[in-house]
């Protein structure tokens, strides 16, 4: 099983902030499997960014992915209140098909 | 628009069963990968199972095994989770998903919760 650990487990920031979240496989995953979701309060979880890099639709580029093998990266270039929410990985590459633990995001 | 509503959810009490099931329409439906994904109270995200586009292949995280089956009509656009043997770590919000091919899990459903208890 593919081990996704996320880090911060939470994290506050304040408006205008950039904001960055890792997530770390236990062993490679090719990029193509890595993709990230947002999940805001009392709401279902939204594809954020798949294949390690690629936007999904209704998201601003203020969102971005990037990595390789067994690092990635997700990160917010400004914080603002409408990003507050949480933040999950999840790779496709092999069965079981694993999401990190997630990571909360606030506004200070 | 393409969207997935699930239903059949509710309070079962332990060593019960329970299906769900999740209506898709806005896509071809039996050209996808389908997923059931959960979330226990206040914990994050948990893949349950995948079933492929012909319900030729399905897979199953360990926990569940031998417990749950899933399953689809591609006729009636329809996935299900048959759900067996609950237990009380079997609570959770159970979400369907569409399953891209490189693209991750998109969309979701609104989710339904499970309750396992006596």
């Known amino acids: 099983e593919i081990v996704l650990t996320q880090s911060p487990v939470s994290i506050t920031a304040s408006q205008g902030e950039k904001v960055t979240i890792t997530c770390r496989a236990s062993s490679s995953i090719s990029s193509n499997y890595l993709h990230w979701y947002q999940q805001k309060a009392g709401s279902y979880p939204k594809l954020l960014i798949y294949?390690?890099?690629i936007l999904a639709s209704g998201f601003p580029d203020s969102f971005s992915g990037s990595g390789s093998d067994t690092s990635y990266t997700l990160t917010i270039s400004c914080m603002q209140d409408e990003v507050a929410a949480s933040y999950y990985c999840?790779?496709?590459?092999?069965?079981?098909?694993?999401f990190g633990a997630g990571t909360k995001l606030e506004l200070k | 628009e393409v969207q997935l509503v699930e239903s059949g959810g509710g309070l079962v009490q332990p060593g019960r069963s329970m299906k769900l099931s999740c209506a898709a329409s806005g896509f071809t439906f039996n050209n996808y990968d389908m997923a059931w994904v959960c979330q226990a109270p206040k914990k994050g995200l948990e893949w349950v199972a995948t079933i492929s586009y012909d319900g030729s292949s399905t897979y199953y995280r360990d926990s569940v095994k031998g417990r749950f089956t899933i399953s689809r009509d591609n006729a009636k656009s329809t996935l299900y989770l048959q759900m067996d043997s609950l237990r009380s770590e079997d609570t959770a919000t159970y979400y369907c998903?569409?399953?891209?091919?490189?693209?991750?899990?998109?969309?979701w459903g609104q989710g339904v919760m499970v309750t396992v208890s006596s």
């Open positions: 294949r390690t890099s």
């Open positions: 999840q790779q496709g590459s092999s069965s079981p098909y694993t």
């Open positions: 998903a569409r399953h891209v091919p490189y693209g991750g899990y998109q969309p």
